[in-house]
C-alpha cells in the first residue's frame, strides 16, 4: 500500500510489516515491530547502517541489527526475568505520520500504551519515534509523563554499524570521556578506540559527535539531549552465544548507541516531555 509517492507498507515473508522507503534521497525499512529502522542508505552511498545475515524477522524477537530502542530501561533489569533493553525493541508500534518534501521525509510511529504490560511500566506516559530521512538520518525518541508523579528511566538509541574490517575500524571523539567497563571503572578514555577483543564500554560526559573510521570512509554520529552513549562489539566468545548472529560478523559491525544511563538516566516531571536525538551521515 503507497502512502506517498516513495512509501509504501510492506511484509516480510514472515508477516512482519515494514514502512519502506525508495525515494531520490535515500533507501530505508522501518519495522513496525520495535519501531525499528533496519536499512537506511543515502541514493549512491553505503549503507550506514547494518543487519546481521542470520536475521530470521520473527514476530516478537528483536531483530539483531537497525536501531533497536531500548526503553524504558537499558541492559538487564535488576528483576529476574524481565526482557533485556526493555519491552518497545519487540513490542508492534503503530504508525502515526508520513510526510514527504523535497529536502526530507518524515516517519513517525507511536507505542501504543494500552498494550504494555503495567507490572513493567506502571505509568502513564507516552512514547513517540520520528525518523527523518534525507541524505543523512535523525531519530527522535520522545517520552512524555502523562501521569501525576513523577517517573525516571533509561534507554538507547542501539545503532549497529557497518565497517568491512573491525580491526581496521577506530572511533574518534570519545577521548576526555568517563567510561564504565565490565562495572569497572570510571576510567578516562585517553585515545582514539579501536578493536581487538570484546568491548562493551558505557562513556558518561561524552561529547556530542563522534566519527567512526571504517574502510569504505567515516561515519559521523551525533547524539543531542544525552551524555551518555555505549560502544559495543560482542568479539569471538560472546557472538557465539548472541540470538540472530553468525560466529564472525563481529568482524564487520559495531555498535555506537546514544543513550540517557547511568547518572544520565531520565527523569520527568508530570507533563515534561524528553527527546532523546541521534543523527548519522557519512562524513
Ligand atoms: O543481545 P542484546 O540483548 O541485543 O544486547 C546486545 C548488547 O547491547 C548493549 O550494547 C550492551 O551493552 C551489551 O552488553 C549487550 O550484549
Keep these: 500500500m503507497k502512502l506517498s509517492p516513495s512509501v509504501s507498507i510492506e511484509h516480510t515473508e514472515t508477516g512482519?510489516?515494514?514502512?519502506?522507503?525508495?525515494?531520490?534521497?535515500?533507501?530505508?525499512?522501518?519495522?513496525?515491530?520495535?519501531?525499528?529502522?533496519?536499512?537506511?542508505?543515502?541514493?549512491?552511498?553505503?549503507?550506514?547502517?547494518?543487519?546481521?545475515?542470520?536475521?530470521?524477522?520473527?514476530?516478537?524477537?528483536?531483530?539483531?541489527?537497525?536501531?533497536?530502542?531500548?526503553?524504558?530501561?537499558?541492559?538487564?533489569?535488576a528483576n529476574a526475568g524481565w526482557p533485556a533493553h526493555g519491552f518497545a525493541r519487540t513490542s508492534l508500534w503503530q504508525a502515526d505520520e508520513v510526510n514527504e518534501t523535497e529536502e526530507c521525509i518524515t516517519v513517525s510511529l507511536k507505542l501504543p500504551m494500552k498494550l504494555v504490560n503495567t507490572e513493567y511500566w506502571p505509568h502513564q506516559s507516552a512514547l513517540k519515534v520520528e525518523f527523518v530521512l534525507s541524505d543523512s538520518l535523525e531519530v527522535r525518541l520522545t517520552t512524555t509523563n502523562l501521569d501525576d508523579t513523577a517517573f525516571s528511566y533509561t534507554q538507547a538509541l542501539h545503532t549497529y554499524f557497518p565497517t568491512s574490517d573491525i580491526t581496521n575500524t577506530h572511533v574518534d571523539g570519545l577521548q576526555g570521556a568517563q567510561y564504565i567497563e565490565f562495572a569497572e571503572g570510571?576510567?578516562?578514555?585517553?585515545?582514539?578506540?579501536?578493536?581487538?577483543?570484546?568491548?562493551?564500554?558505557?562513556?558518561?560526559?561524552?561529547a556530542p559527535i563522534q566519527y567512526i573510521n571504517t574502510p569504505e570512509g567515516v561515519i559521523k554520529v551525533g547524539r543531542a539531549n544525552s551524555s551518555s552513549c555505549v560502544l559495543?562489539?560482542?568479539?569471538?566468545?560472546?557472538?557465539?552465544?548472541?540470538?540472530?548472529?553468525?560466529?564472525?560478523?563481529?568482524?564487520?559491525?559495531?555498535?555506537?548507541?546514544?543513550?540517557?544511563?547511568?547518572?544520565?538516566?531520565?527523569?520527568?516531571?508530570?507533563?515534561?516531555?524528553?527527546?532523546?536525538?541521534?543523527?548519522?551521515?557519512?562524513?
Design 16 to 77: 512482519l510489516e515494514f514502512i519502506n522507503i525508495e525515494s531520490d534521497l535515500c533507501d530505508a525499512k522501518i519495522f513496525l515491530q520495535g519501531g525499528q529502522i533496519t536499512q537506511f542508505t543515502p541514493k549512491g552511498k553505503q549503507p550506514l547502517i547494518w543487519v546481521s545475515g542470520n536475521e530470521t524477522f520473527s514476530e516478537g524477537m528483536s531483530i539483531r541489527g537497525g536501531i533497536p530502542i531500548c526503553w524504558p530501561w537499558f541492559g538487564t533489569h
Design 232 to 283: 559495543w562489539n560482542p568479539w569471538i566468545e560472546k557472538s557465539k552465544r548472541l540470538s540472530n548472529f553468525a560466529d564472525d560478523e563481529y568482524k564487520t559491525m559495531l555498535c555506537l548507541e546514544a543513550a540517557n544511563v547511568l547518572d544520565d538516566a531520565v527523569t520527568l516531571a508530570p507533563q515534561q516531555s524528553h527527546t532523546l536525538v541521534t543523527s548519522i551521515e557519512w562524513a
Design 186 to 206: 570510571p576510567f578516562t578514555q585517553q585515545a582514539v578506540v579501536g578493536f581487538e577483543r570484546e568491548t562493551d564500554m558505557v562513556y558518561t560526559q561524552a
